[in-house]
């Protein structure tokens, strides 16, 4: 089996690269035979699209996509400059 | 008389928002007189996405000014890109000034590119691709220099999408810094003055700063603030 910290840099890699995430901020973090996905993205879509392509990336592995989507609230309050 | 700047970037819209962006600046007319929009607007770069951000900002009742950022570069449509903003009605600067609101306020700004921080980044030295990296930024920051030099405005504000400073990158891993910003842009925004520069691209980052200068830096990337755009007076006395 391939070294841990290698199949984390592959699986960051495609995600960073594959045209469906496109991703650069996602942390990858591999523990035996389970992967977990961590950080989070603009639209609820992009957060499965991020479990498919960890999935391909690292076949045999339990990918754990623990991403969330970013929460916007409203403007509040200006500051003073 | 103060302004009120509002700003916000990374944004990374797709098909999925199509349609759902707009409603996070209704009102904003009555919290500001300018928003401000500091790249990674899509999440490819495609011309398409391109034209879902034009029709959510298309139309505002104040002006809107953008830069792109490096998503918006990936698809090598940047021009059209630039091209169909503009045609929405708002501002793209990409390396150059405007002036807004009757005169009284100039943005100056563009992309801005890595390099990393003072003592700790990289130099013309060696291979053609580590110096063609390094002279990207620094004709960047050449061409900012001219283009506050033409600003004659009550306020000036500098619209980037990577980051002048390393304070706006803490949450950040520092291995990464090099790529999130250089100190060549602080330089020359300090060196021509300026009441604020507004940057994103630190997803992870934090929002305030301030250049060695002493101008302030607010990192406005959309994860950072957790608020649909965040609003900053200049000339406290007034607001
Ligand atoms: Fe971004
Ligand atoms: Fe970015």
Redesign the pocket.
């Known amino acids: 089996m391939d070294t841990p910290h290698y199949v984390a840099a592959r699986v960051q890699q495609a995600i960073a690269e594959d045209g469906r995430t496109n991703e650069?901020?996602i942390r990858v973090d591999v523990r035996g035979d389970h992967l977990f996905l961590r950080g989070q993205v603009a639209g609820e879509d992009q957060v499965h699209l991020l479990t498919d392509v960890a999935r391909e990336a690292a076949p045999g592995l339990t990918v754990h996509n623990e991403v969330t989507c970013v929460e916007v609230r409203e403007p509040g309050e200006e500051e003073h400059l | 008389m103060s302004i009120r700047v509002a700003a916000v970037?990374?944004i990374?819209l797709s098909e999925a928002q199509r349609g759902t962006y707009r409603e996070r600046l209704d009102g904003i007319e009555e919290r500001a007189d300018v928003l401000l929009v500091g790249?990674?607007l899509t999440r490819h770069g495609t011309l398409g996405e391109g034209k879902i951000v034009a029709d959510e900002f298309r139309g505002l009742p104040v002006p809107v000014v953008f830069v792109l950022?490096?998503?918006d570069y990936h698809s090598d449509v940047e021009q059209e890109i630039m091209a169909v903003l503009r045609e929405a009605g708002c501002v793209v600067l990409d390396d150059s000034a405007e002036t807004l609101l009757d005169g009284r306020l100039g943005i100056a700004g563009g992309k801005g590119f890595g390099g990393g921080f003072a003592g700790k980044s990289a130099s013309e030295f060696g291979e053609p691709e580590t110096k063609a990296f390094v002279r990207h930024t620094r004709e960047i920051a050449e061409r900012w220099r001219t283009a506050l030099k033409s600003l004659d405005t009550e306020y000036k504000v500098v619209l980037s999408?990577y980051s002048p400073v390393k304070e706006t990158l803490a949450g950040e891993p520092p291995e990464i810094y090099p790529f999130l910003g250089s100190y060549l842009l602080a330089e020359a925004v300090d060196a021509e003055g300026a009441d604020l520069i507004v940057h994103?691209?630190a997803?992870h980052g934090t929002e305030k700063g301030m250049t060695p200068g002493g101008i302030r830096v607010r990192n406005v990337?959309l994860p950072v603030l957790q608020r649909a755009y965040a609003t900053y007076c200049l000339d406290a006395e007034e607001c």
């Open positions: 650069l901020g | 970037a990374d990374h790249g990674d950022g490096n998503h999408h994103g691209h997803h990337a």
